[in-house]
C-alpha cells in the first residue's frame, strides 16, 4: 500500500464542498464486501485458513506435495486478509470520526498480528531446507514456479542468519529494542509543548507540526521567520533528548548490521530488495556535482519571490498562485490526454477504470488528508483517495496517484497474487512518469504565460522536493549510520552540526544563494523518515528513472514505451533494481541523474524565457 508520504503533500486547508459531490465521485466498497456483516464472515473464514496453516509447521520439507499446498494456502490467506483489511482502512479514512471505521480498522489489526504469528514459521523453515532441496521442489512441480521469486528472497538471506539459538535471542531483543523510534514518535506528535506566535495581523497560533506546514508557507515574510524561529526554537530545546532517541535508533542498526553480518548499515538496508549501494553512492555523487542546478532554482526563486537575500523560512511560500480552476472531470479529460504516449490500451484502461468509482474524490470533515492509492486487493481493483480542490496541484496528484492504480491494475492482471505487489523503488516510477507527461501535456495546450507559468512552477517545486530534499536526507543518513558502524558516538549537538553542514553545502551558504541561520539545522530531529534508514532516497531514484523513461517515450524512442510498461505487469516478479536496468535505465550510472539536472535545467530556461517576454 502506497501512503503518499509527506514529502509532496499539497493538502493544505481543505476547502469543503468545493463542487456538489454525486456517487460517483465516492468510491464504491461494496466491490470489496457488500456489508460489514460480509466482511466478518469472510474474517471467520480467514481464522479458519490460519487454523488449518498451522498444520503446515515444520511440515514444509515433507513432500513437494506439501510444499504446494502450504504455500498456496499462506498465498490464499495474505490475498484474503488483504482484502479485509483494505475494507477496513479505507471505511475507517472516508470517515476517520465513524466508530465502523474504527471497529473495523482495530479488528484488522488484530487480524493482521494473527497472520503475522500464524506465518513466521515459514521464513525459518524455508530456509532451514535450504536452496538445494527448494530448486529440488521447483525443478518437480512446474506449478511452484510463481513462487520461485519470493523464496530467493528468503533464500538470499542464508549468509545473514543465525543458527536457531542465535535467531530465538535475536527475537527475543527485537522486542526490546523499539525504544528510540517509540519515544521519538510519541515526544514529536504528541508530548513537545507546542510554541504560540503572534502574526502580523493579530492571529494568534499554536505551532504543532500541522500547522508549522501551513504557516511556513505564509506570505509575509516577518511572520515566516517567525514561525521558524519559535517553531526550531522548540526543537532546539529538545536536541539533547532528540540526540538520544535518534543515537540509540542508529546503534540498534549498527547492532544488527554485524549481528547479521553485513559490512554496514546502508549494504544491510538495500539487501532486502537486493538494490546495488552503487545506486546509492551514485546518487549522492550526482547530486554533490550538480548542486549548482539547485542553486540556480533557489536564485529564481529568490528572484521570483522579490528578494534579495535568501533565508531557509523563505522554502515554502509558493512561488506563484493562480486562480485557475480545474474541476475534476476537467481534469480527468487533461490526464487522460495526457498519458497517450503510453499507448491506446493503457488510455483505455484507465478511461474505463475511471468510470468504476476507483476513488474518493473531495475533502469532507473527518475524511482523511493528503491522497493515496491502495492496491492490494487482488482480486477487486485499485482504490484511490484524494483530496480535490479544482487547484492545478489537484491534478498533478490525480494524475501521481493514477500512475500508482495503472500500476497495480496491470500487474494485478499480468501476474499471479504472489508477485503482484511491487515495492517503492519502482511505485513512484509509475507516479512520477505520469506526472512529467502530464506537464508535457499542460505546455502543449497552455494559452498564456501565466498558464505555463503555473505549470512550470509546479512541476519545478516537484522536483525540488521530490528530487534533491530526500537526496540531501540520503546523504545524511549515509553519514551518521556510517559513524555509528565505525563505533562512533553522537549527540543531539554533533548531529545538528553534521546536518547544519550538509544543509549548508546543498543550499549554497557559503556562496551566498540561500542564508541558513543556525537555530534551524535542528530540522534533523523534525524528520520521521530518519527512523526508518534508506528508505527516501527511493523517491530521488524513481523520480529519475521516471524522467529519463517519459523523455524517451515522448521522444517516439523504438520499443521505449513498451520496455516501461514491462517494469510495470512486471509488478513484484523480479529484483527492482533489475527490472528498471532490464528496461533500459541503470540507477547505478550519471546518466537517470542526469536526466533529472536535465529537464530542471529546461524548465527554468523557459520560465526564464517567460520572465525576459514579459520584461520586453
Ligand atoms: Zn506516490
Redesign the pocket.
Known amino acids: 500500500m502506497?501512503k503518499?508520504l509527506p514529502i509532496a503533500v499539497f493538502a493544505l486547508t481543505p476547502l469543503f464542498g468545493v463542487a456538489a459531490e454525486t456517487e460517483n465521485d465516492r468510491w464504491n466498497l461494496a466491490d470489496l464486501y457488500v456489508s460489514a456483516d460480509a466482511w466478518t464472515a469472510d474474517s471467520v473464514k480467514l481464522e479458519g485458513q490460519l487454523k488449518d496453516f498451522a498444520g503446515c509447521k515444520g511440515k514444509l520439507g515433507e513432500s513437494v506435495r506439501r510444499f504446494r499446498a502450504c504455500m498456496d494456502l499462506e498465498a490464499d490467506i495474505l490475498r484474503r486478509f488483504e482484502r479485509l483489511t483494505s475494507y477496513a482502512s479505507q471505511t475507517h479514512d472516508q470517515d476517520t470520526g465513524a466508530n465502523i471505521g474504527q471497529d473495523l480498522s482495530q479488528k484488522s489489526d488484530i487480524l493482521a498480528s494473527k497472520v503475522d504469528e500464524a506465518t513466521s514459521f515459514v521464513r525459518p523453515e524455508v530456509l532451514a531446507l535450504g536452496r538445494k532441496k527448494i530448486d529440488g521442489f521447483l525443478k518437480q512441480d512446474k506449478a511452484l514456479a510463481i513462487y520461485r521469486h519470493p523464496l530467493d528472497q528468503i533464500l538470499r538471506a542464508a549468509p545473514h542468519t543465525l543458527d536457531a539459538k542465535g535467531e530465538a535471542i535475536v527475537a527475543q531483543f527485537g522486542l526490546a529494542t523499539n525504544a528510540g523510534g517509540d519515544v521519538y514518535t510519541m515526544l514529536s506528535n504528541a508530548d513537545l509543548p507546542w510554541p504560540t506566535v503572534k502574526l502580523s495581523d493579530g492571529t494568534e497560533v499554536k505551532l504543532d507540526q500541522a500547522a508549522y506546514t501551513k504557516y511556513r508557507a505564509v506570505g509575509n515574510r516577518d511572520d515566516r521567520k517567525k514561525v521558524f524561529d519559535a517553531f526550531w526554537g522548540k526543537w532546539k530545546e529538545f536536541e539533547r533528548t532528540f540526540g538520544v532517541t535518534f543515537y540509540e535508533q542508529l546503534k540498534k542498526e549498527a547492532v544488527y548490521t554485524k549481528v547479521r553480518n553485513y559490512p554496514d548499515s546502508l549494504s544491510r538496508a538495500l539487501d532486502g530488495n537486493d538494490i546495488p549501494p552503487a545506486v546509492y553512492n551514485m546518487l549522492i555523487d550526482q547530486t554533490r556535482a550538480n548542486l549548482p542546478t539547485l542553486h540556480r532554482y533557489f536564485k529564481l526563486r529568490a528572484k521570483l519571490l522579490g528578494i534579495g537575500d535568501l533565508h531557509y523560512y523563505d522554502m515554502y511560500p509558493p512561488l506563484l498562485t493562480s486562480d485557475l480552476k480545474y474541476p475534476v472531470a476537467e481534469g480527468k479529460q487533461l490526464m487522460l490526454d495526457a498519458v497517450k504516449p503510453l499507448g491506446p490500451d493503457y488510455v483505455a484502461a484507465m478511461s474505463d477504470a475511471l468510470q468504476h468509482r476507483w476513488m474518493d474524490v473531495y475533502p469532507r470533515p473527518h475524511k482523511l488528508s493528503g491522497a493515496y492509492?491502495n492496491g492490494i486487493a487482488y482480486d477487486v481493483h485499485p482504490y484511490l483517495l484524494l483530496n480535490y480542490n479544482d487547484d492545478y496541484e489537484s491534478v498533478s496528484t490525480l494524475a501521481?496517484?493514477w500512475?500508482?492504480a495503472m500500476h497495480s491494475h496491470l500487474a494485478n492482471h499480468a501476474q499471479p497474487f504472489i508477485t503482484a505487489d511491487y515495492p517503492i523503488f519502482t511505485?513512484?516510477i509509475a507516479?512520477t512518469t505520469n506526472e512529467t507527461l502530464l506537464l508535457d501535456h499542460m505546455l502543449k495546450i497552455a494559452k498564456t504565460d501565466d498558464e505555463r507559468m503555473l505549470y512550470l512552477g509546479s512541476a519545478l517545486e516537484n522536483l525540488r522536493t521530490t528530487f534533491f530534499r530526500q537526496a540531501m536526507f540520503a546523504d545524511f543518513e549515509r553519514e551518521v549510520h556510517a559513524k555509528v558502524d565505525k563505533g562512533e558516538s553522537l549527540t543531539g549537538e554533533d548531529l545538528t552540526k553534521i546536518y547544519g553542514d550538509i544543509l549548508r553545502r546543498y543550499h549554497g551558504d557559503k556562496e551566498g544563494v540561500v542564508k541558513i541561520d543556525d537555530l534551524y539545522a535542528m530540522e534533523w530531529a523534525y524528520i520521521p523518515h530518519f527512523y526508518n534508514q534508506f528508505y527516501v532516497f527511493q523517491y530521488a531514484t524513481s523520480i529519475s528513472a521516471g524522467s529519463m523513461f517519459a523523455a524517451s517515450i515522448l521522444n517516439g524512442e523504438a520499443g521505449a514505451r513498451e520496455r516501461y510498461l514491462n517494469i510495470l505487469r512486471a509488478g513484484g516478479s523480479a529484483y527492482p533494481y533489475d527490472l528498471v536496468k532490464a528496461a533500459g535505465v541503470d540507477l547505478a550510472t550519471p546518466a537517470p541523474y542526469q536526466a533529472v539536472f536535465a529537464r530542471m535545467n529546461k524548465i527554468m530556461d523557459e520560465i526564464e524565457a517567460i520572465q525576459a517576454r514579459k520584461k520586453s
Do not use: K, V
Open positions: 502506497y503518499y492509492m501521481h496517484e500512475g500508482h511505485a513512484e507516479s
